[in-house]
Each structure stands twice: as C-alpha cells, then as structure tokens.
C-alpha cells in the first residue's frame, strides 16, 4: 500500500500532462486542416477538446494498460509508457497542392506541442510569485505539474517528427519532396507503426548496446527541456 501511495500522484499527474498534451495535438491539426479549407474534423464531432473524442481503443487504452501493468508487475515502477490517439480526419485531396497542405496540417500538432511546452514553462513564474500561499506539498505537486507537463509535450512532439509515415515528420517529408518522390515514400505508411514499434521494443533487447528510444531521452528530450526552461526565462542567470 506504501508504494501505490508513492507512485499513484505521480501516475496520475502524468496521464494528466499526457492526456492534455495529445488533445490538444490533433485538435490543431483540424483546427490546421479548417484554416485550409478542409472542414472534415469539424462534420464528423472532431474538432474538439473533448479527450473522449480522440482515444483509440487499441493505442490509447489497451497498449498503454498493458504496459502499465506489465511494468508494475515486474519493476515495480513506470519506466515507459507508448500508445496513440485516434488521428483527426483530413481531406486534403480537396486542397490546393495536396501534399504542402498535408505538410502544414501535419506541423501544427508538434508546433502545438512545443507551444505549450513554452506556456508551461511561462507559468513557473507565478507560481514562484504566489507560492507563499501554498503549502510545501502543494507548491511541489504544481512545480512537478509543470515539469511533466514539459515533458510530455517535447516527447509527444519530437516523437512526432520522426520522418516516418505516418508520423507527422513522414507527412512533411512528403510535402517537402516532389510528387514522384513523395507518393512512393507515403507507401510506406501502412509499416509506419510497425517500423515504430520495432524502434522502440525489439531493437533495445536485440542490440543491448544500441537504445535509440533511451538516447533520444536522455539527449534530445533533456536538450529541449533545457531550452524551454531558457526560452522561458528558467534558465541560468534568469
């Protein structure tokens, strides 16, 4: 009981900052797509900041439950977690070139991400101004707040470059290459998820030496994070 009471406040705030930042992803890329012309998202309910619109059964709920529990079971803690939401419908074949509109549709979830990364890190700066008024424990769970809430916006969105379809990088790879080139390198989307998976599980337990994922944590994630606490005014001499 000691150790479900150590882990569950953290958990929970991470589903939280995890939950927030994947909404509000997918609804800029409708929010994207309608500013181009394509009102798709908006006919079928899901241009909305309802979370509940955007789970998928299989990488929201199912994936990330078994990984939960399966890490619980074995380690004893939350090391990693992986899943996805139900991507925003767009039609961009109605829009004027295709695959630049796809391109700009795609940017706007990471862009949102590190948007909010930067708000987050903003709102550091009252919550040092008003922590007189908050108790110890308080004042920690908003700084631990903020801080996952960072996190989980640089992972989501960072992840989310990767040039691989269907990733969002794989979308704007395709915009940024020529039609011969592009509609070749969009096949491989029905892999995507496959190669993605393969990156992230299996390729750490066949090559010990080799753990892009970790890696990518401890470099790239920890390097953004750094910059959002300097662009924010957190940094050193701030």
């Known amino acids: 009981m000691t150790d479900i009471a150590g882990w569950l406040p953290e958990l929970l705030a991470s589903i939280v900052a995890a939950v927030l930042a994947i909404t509000l ?3 800029a890329h409708g929010y994207a797509a309608l500013a181009l012309g394509d009102d798709t998202a908006k006919r079928m309910g899901r241009l909305s900041l309802n979370p509940l619109r955007h789970v998928d059964p299989v990488g929201t709920v ?4 078994v990984l939960l529990v399966a890490q619980l079971l074995t380690v004893g803690r939350v090391e990693f977690m992986f899943g996805w939401a139900k991507p925003v419908p767009v039609n961009v074949l ?3 070139r295709p695959l630049q509109a796809m391109a700009l549709v795609a ?3 990471p862009a949102m991400n590190f ?4 708000v987050a890190g903003l709102l550091v700066h009252p919550v040092e101004t008003w922590g007189t008024l908050l108790s110890p424990e308080s004042l920690g769970i908003a700084y631990r707040f903020l801080a996952l809430f960072i996190l989980a916006n640089l992972v989501l969105g960072l992840f989310n470059l990767l040039p691989i379809p269907p990733l969002d990088g794989g979308r704007i790879v395709a915009g940024i290459l020529p039609p011969s080139l592009a509609l070749p390198y969009m096949r491989l989307e029905r892999w995507g998820i ?3 998976l393969f990156g992230v599980f299996l390729l ?3 090559t010990e030496d080799f ?3 970790g890696w990518a944590l401890r470099n790239v994630v920890a390097g953004a994070f750094d910059l959002v606490l300097l662009l924010s005014g957190n940094g050193p001499g701030a």
């Open 25 to 27: 992803h997918e609804a």
């Open 62 to 65: 199912l994936l990330p439950g």
């Open 94 to 96: 109605g829009m004027r």
């Open 107 to 109: 940017i706007a979830g």
């Open 115 to 118: 948007l909010l990364a930067w």
């Open 194 to 196: 496959l190669i993605v």
């Open 204 to 206: 750490p337990r066949l």
């Open 211 to 213: 753990d892009p994922v």
